[in-house]
């Protein structure tokens, strides 16, 4: 080998102590001591160092490419395939994608020494480490207990959304997810048809103290606890109790830290990968969820094999439309009418309007497909839009009420010779003293 010859520290000192051995400063017994060998192999690194010199003191692969480097057209690629498509992708996100899309096998370490050596820093190396909070152990069943949340963060296009999500605790399994514009009970139900559908029913779930799970009024006064009052369910509350699921609430994020691990994760990978494939809209976002998740979970998750399962076969008889659907009671206008949501809808029985009584207060069911109607008296009615309440309603008759035979009062009637009602005593007496 030709050209300069670099020694470490180590090879700097092992060339100044056999040096001053040949110039018979040291003894062999000495040197023995020095560099932890035996006299036989001082004799050979001594003839070795006096036919080839000073480069035979280092290894003999220290100079020769090794037969498994990566040849350096290969990382020049990497690092061209990474500033070009994927620069801001955190390096095993992107080395992932090298093997599944691109079909080039290389190590992490090798991802992250060649990027180093080229200035590139990966996004997520000055993440400053958060406290560890102590974990709580996992429940031992597939389905036992589900942590669900929100998360508002800016997924796709310019603006935020919402996206939903349930995570089993045994195994970190993604069980379902969803976006929609905000956080709201309808995403939570979209999210929840989408474990029941693919997985069944399961025993808990785990969730922060939003008014989506939990009315906002903690207790009872004790007068009314004496007129018998109650405490409003949610209507999350009131679907989940109709498929036997429990609720647990929580203050603190620390409790569901699965959940929140998994916003970190999501946040990281899932939004690069809808921005590399231009996705900008809540029915293409959702689309790509039901290819994401499962890899998602192939990768992240704990294998099923041997953990037991909690979830229960969901009843063919129950329709989910139904159960999982928005309840709020309005105020019937003018037998047929509703006042709702800045807006107005007639209720229809049949191809008719209905005949329900003014003031009557009813139920509007808005259902999982978004179809209103409307629940009274065991009936379910349907209801359509209209621009206005009209200030004569068509519906006359009401109780074999007839309005068409309504007459004007005789002009002898009792009521038109009734006599004045007055308060003043004088002049109450001055009109009845003759």
Aim: overall charge positive; glycine content about 4%.
């Amino acid at each position: 080998m030709e050209g300069l010859i670099t020694l470490n520290k180590e090879e700097q000192r092992k060339n100044d102590i056999l040096v001053k051995y040949i110039n018979k400063e040291i003894s062999i017994h000495d040197i023995c001591k020095l560099l932890s060998i035996t006299d036989r192999q001082v004799r050979r690194i001594k003839a070795s160092y006096l036919e080839r010199g000073v480069i035979s003191i280092p290894h003999k692969n220290k100079y020769l490419n090794p037969h498994n480097k990566t040849d350096a057209s290969l990382t020049n690629k990497i690092i061209d395939l990474y500033k070009s498509d994927y620069y801001g992708w955190n390096f095993r996100h992107f080395n992932d994608i090298l093997k599944s899309e691109h079909d080039i096998f290389v190590s992490h370490s090798f991802i992250y020494n060649s990027f180093t050596s080229a200035g590139i820093i990966s996004p997520r190396c000055k993440k400053k480490k958060k406290s560890v909070h102590p974990p709580r152990a996992r429940r031992e069943s597939f389905g036992e207990l589900l942590q669900i949340d929100a998360s508002i963060h800016r997924w796709f296009g310019i603006y935020t959304s919402a996206l939903h999500a349930a995570i089993d605790d045994a195994t970190g399994t993604v069980l379902g997810a969803y976006f929609t514009k905000e956080e709201t009970t309808y995403g939570y139900y979209k999210m929840l048809e989408q474990v029941l559908i693919n997985y069944g029913v399961p025993k808990e779930l785990y969730s922060d103290n939003r008014t989506v799970f939990k009315s906002t009024k903690k207790e009872l006064s004790i007068e009314e606890e004496l007129k018998g009052l109650s405490i409003n369910k949610t209507n999350f509350e009131v679907a989940i109790s109709k498929l036997g699921i429990s609720l647990i609430t929580t203050s603190s994020p620390m409790a569901k830290g699965r959940i929140e691990r998994l916003w970190g994760t999501l946040q990281d990978r899932l939004i690069n990968e809808m921005r590399r494939l231009n996705i900008n809209t809540f029915e293409e976002a959702n689309e790509f969820l039901k290819v994401y998740i499962p890899k998602h979970n192939e990768q992240f998750a704990l294998p099923l094999d041997n953990i037991k399962s909690s979830f229960t076969i969901l009843d063919n008889s129950l329709d989910l439309n139904i159960i999982l659907s928005m309840r709020k009671k309005f105020m019937v206008h003018k037998y047929c009418y509703l006042s709702c949501n800045n807006g107005y809808l007639v209720i229809m029985d049949g191809d008719e309007k209905a005949l329900i009584d003014t003031k009557t207060k009813i139920e509007l069911v808005t259902r999982l497909d978004n179809v209103q109607v409307v629940e009274h008296n065991n009936k379910i009615y349907s209801v359509k839009p209209v621009l206005s309440i009209p200030k004569q309603s068509n519906v006359y008759i009401k109780k074999g009420y007839n309005k068409n035979s309504i007459t004007t009062p005789a002009k002898n009637h009792s009521w038109r010779n009734a006599k004045p009602v007055v308060h003043n005593r004088k002049l109450l007496n001055m009109l009845y003293s003759n």
